[in-house]
């Protein structure tokens, strides 16, 4: 099927992505038809609504991997417009270079800001994949590069260590493969160039420079030692965006979303990581108690008292999480900025209020107003 066909199949991606003709001829050249279908159909239903600001987003989306990011955005601004919210996507220097929020949305008269993390996208793939873009360009060849990585490459890495590790192991198979793409003909329909951390597939393209398409992995990986550590570090850089806002800014609740859609995901695991351990205490152990210090005074106050018992903050029948196993929101001063973190899966969406965040955005009225939302242990 040819580009004009293709627009007069999927109309609203068409309309949504005229402002960037080299982001949507890469989509349609690189993408099954099921995909772009279900891009129309986001599109169409953003553009049938409240949503503003999609032209904006779109033309500061520059390639394939940004696009995976703004995709994320729009499942969480369909979910707001769904619940009969007005939403705003904000362009990146709304805040003239301070950190600003993805959206502001707005319903029954409360103002959200709303930062969106995609938890399954990986900068150092992508870094990897541009460099080998550059390396193709460098020498004046038009490819489109597909990056089918290692489980190494795959694995998301946030220590300092694993980080340095990971990128020094990408030097060296880009030095790798600049040896290996002066040595192989270039005149095949498919080139396919081995290294140590990855698979290299290089198409022909016309666009008469060399490309990043999207990456797959060589082989299924268990779940990796720091993805907890990754979803820990992504809220709470999130939170600490709010310490960039001033004055009106900070009036408006915050909630941070995060897009998960990893075969590792359970929500008892953000449970877990905000929370704290949940445990059941068999008869005849006594159930410890739980001792209402300044926090959950703080809560209680804000009417969170059966949200404290739903998540067991407070004892639910025999189940309660012992002081000394508690999670990030007791623990992590900057998570006080958060009014609620929000965690889409497929198409669930689970929300995590924070009963214990700062006066002006602590809001429990959330569990009402944010509707078809998963709430509580699984």
């Known amino acids: 099927m040819g580009l004009s066909e293709l627009t007069l199949h999927f109309p609203f991606l068409e309309k949504g992505l005229r402002i960037n003709s080299e982001l949507k001829n890469e989509l349609y050249t690189t993408q099954k038809n099921g995909y772009l279908k279900y891009l129309d159909q986001l599109f169409e239903e953003l553009c049938n609504s409240s949503c503003k600001g999609i032209e904006i987003k779109v033309n500061e989306t520059s390639d394939l991997f940004r696009f995976e990011s703004l995709v994320s955005e729009l499942e969480f601004a369909r979910y707001f417009v769904r619940n009969k919210m007005q939403v705003e ?110 698979d290299i597939e290089l198409h022909p393209a016309k666009k008469g420079k060399s490309y990043l398409g999207i990456s797959t992995m060589l082989q299924a990986i268990s779940e990796p030692e720091e993805y907890k550590e990754r979803i820990r570090f992504d809220i709470l850089q999130k939170s600490k965006k709010r310490e960039d806002w001033t004055g009106d800014e900070l009036s408006k609740f915050y909630i941070v979303a995060i897009d998960d859609n990893s075969m590792f995901f359970y929500i008892d695991r953000y449970n877990v990581d905000l929370f704290g351990h949940a445990t059941y205490y068999c008869p005849p152990l006594p159930v410890p108690d739980i001792t209402v210090d300044a926090m959950i005074d703080f809560a209680l106050k804000h009417d969170w008292k059966e949200y404290l018992i739903k998540m067991c903050v407070l004892r639910n029948n025999r189940s309660v999480i012992p002081e000394n196993k508690r999670g990030m929101l007791f623990t992590e001063s900057a998570m006080k900025n958060v009014t609620a973190i929000l965690v889409r899966h497929g198409s669930n969406f689970h929300l995590l209020a924070n009963p214990f965040a700062d006066e002006k955005i602590n809001n429990a009225n959330i569990l009402s107003e944010l509707k078809g939302c998963l709430v509580g242990w699984e």
């Open 89 to 198: 996507l904000l362009p990146n220097n709304v805040f003239q270079g301070r950190r600003a929020p993805d959206m502001l949305v707005v319903g029954d008269s409360k103002e959200y800001f709303v930062e969106v993390k995609n938890i399954q996208f990986d900068d150092e793939s992508y870094d990897f994949g541009s460099e080998i873009a550059g390396t193709l360009n460098a020498l004046g060849l038009s490819f489109m590069v597909i990056i089918k990585s290692a489980s190494f490459l795959s694995s998301p890495a946030y220590k300092y260590q694993t980080r340095d590790q990971k990128g020094k192991q990408c030097h060296d198979a880009i030095n790798e493969f600049k040896d290996k793409i002066g040595k192989t003909p270039l005149d095949s329909p498919m080139i396919s160039i081995t290294t140590k951390i990855a």
